[in-house]
C-alpha cells in the first residue's frame, strides 16, 4: 500500500520521531504541535493514536484519506464510537505491549494473599512483630487458576502460574481450537460457571464490550468456589462493585484483588478501600519502563508491513471491541 504520510496523533519526543523518520525516509511523519490536530492531517493514510489525544470522531472527520489507526492501549472502548465502527478503517492496537508487567502484577497479588502481606504491612506501620497464623497462609502450588480471557495478557498469566505449580483454566469466546501454551484445559464463555467453580483464584483479563459490561454479577460471583480470590486487570465495569462487596463480606470470597474498578478512580468513600480483604493497586499494572519500547517496535513492524502490503498484526474487530 502507498504511505506518504503518518501522523503521530498523541506526544512523541524528537528522538522517538526520528527513529520513525530514519526507518522510512520516504514518509513524512506528522506531530502535535501545539494544534488540536496536526497540520497535514488530511494527507495521512494512516495515524496512531490514543486515549488521551484528540477525541476520534474529529480525527475522521479531519483524516479524510486514513485508511488505517494504530491504538497506542489495548483496550478500544474508549475510542469505540459508532463512527468509528462503521468506517471502513483498518484498526490495530497494542495487545501484549503490556502482557509481560500485568501479568507480573497479578501474580505479586496472588503472592500477598498466599503470604498475608497486606496483614504483615500493616503490623510494621504499627511497629508490631506479629507473623499471621499459618492456617491464614496458602501456597499457590497445587491450586487451580482460572483466566478469563485467553489473549496476550491471559497468556501470560498462564505460563507464569504453572510455573508456580497451578492448574491453569482458559475461558473464551469459543472453547474449540489449539489450546494455549500454559492452559491445561479451555471452556467457552457459556460455560464459564463450571470453570469458576473449580477455581481457587480468577483472573479477568477481558475488554470492556456490550458482552462483557457486569459480566460478574451477584449470580456469577456466587458460581465461583467459596473462599476463592478475584483479580480484575481488565476493565472495571466488567465486576458489580455491589455484588463484589457483598460477597467479600459474607465470606464466599476471600479477597479481591483490584487494579481497575468502577467507577475509577474509586472514589474516597467506596467502602472497598477499607475492606480488609481487599488490594487497590490504582490501575497501575500497565505501567512499565518498557512500555514505549515495546510500542515502537510493533509499530515500525506495523508500518513496514503497511508499506509492504502485508496482513498488519493485532488487527482489532471493531464491532466485537478487540
Known amino acids: 500500500m502507498r504511505l506518504s504520510t503518518f501522523a503521530f496523533l498523541h506526544p512523541i519526543e524528537p ?75 483498518i ?6 505491549n503490556h502482557a509481560i508487567n500485568i501479568a507480573e502484577h497479578v501474580l505479586g497479588l496472588m503472592l500477598a494473599f ?17 507473623p499471621p497464623a499459618a492456617e491464614s497462609l496458602f501456597e499457590l502450588s497445587g491450586q487451580t487458576l482460572a483466566v478469563i480471557g485467553t489473549g496476550a495478557l491471559g497468556g501470560a498469566v498462564a505460563e507464569r502460574s504453572t510455573a508456580f505449580g497451578m492448574r491453569v ?13 500454559g492452559f491445561a484445559a479451555m471452556a467457552s464463555i457459556a460455560s464459564i460457571d463450571g470453570a469458576l467453580g473449580e477455581a481457587d483464584h480468577v483472573v479477568i483479563t477481558l475488554p470492556l464490550t456490550a458482552e462483557t459490561r457486569g459480566l460478574f454479577s451477584t449470580a456469577r460471583i456466587a458460581a465461583m468456589k467459596p473462599g476463592a480470590h478475584l483479580y480484575n486487570v ?14 467479600l463480606r459474607s465470606g464466599h470470597l476471600a479477597g479481591a484483588g483490584l487494579d481497575v474498578t468502577d467507577p475509577e478512580p474509586l472514589p474516597a468513600d467506596s467502602p472497598l478501600w477499607a475492606e480488609p480483604g481487599v488490594i487497590v493497586t490504582a490501575h497501575s499494572s500497565g505501567l512499565t519502563p518498557r512500555s514505549y519500547e515495546r510500542y515502537q517496535a510493533l509499530l515500525l513492524d506495523n508500518i513496514g508491513r503497511f508499506v509492504r502490503g502485508q496482513v498488519l498484526l493485532n488487527i482489532v474487530d471493531k464491532r466485537l471491541g478487540y
Not at 513524512?28 to 488521551?52: M, N, S, V
Not at 484498526?91 to 501484549?96: A, E, K, Q, R, V
Not at 498475608?116 to 506501620?125: D, E, T
Open 15 to 89: 528522538a522517538q520521531l526520528q527513529c520513525f523518520r530514519g526507518a522510512f525516509p520516504g514518509v513524512e511523519f506528522l506531530q502535535l504541535d501545539g494544534d488540536p490536530l496536526p497540520k497535514g492531517l488530511e494527507r495521512a493514510e494512516a495515524a496512531a493514536i490514543a486515549w488521551t489525544g484528540p477525541p476520534i470522531d474529529a480525527i475522521l472527520d479531519a483524516g479524510r484519506g486514513l485508511q488505517w489507526l494504530h491504538q497506542r492501549g489495548a483496550g478500544i472502548d474508549p475510542i469505540s464510537t459508532p463512527k468509528l465502527v462503521a468506517s471502513e478503517l
Open 91 to 96: 484498526l490495530t492496537n497494542g495487545s501484549g
Open 114 to 130: 498466599a503470604r498475608q502481606l497486606p496483614a504483615l504491612w500493616r503490623a510494621q506501620g504499627e511497629r508490631q512483630w506479629r
Open 169 to 181: 483454566l482458559g475461558v473464551r469466546r469459543s472453547s474449540a481450537g489449539t489450546l494455549p501454551p
Open 234 to 247: 481488565g476493565r472495571g465495569a466488567i465486576v458489580d462493585p455491589d455484588a463484589l462487596l457483598a460477597a
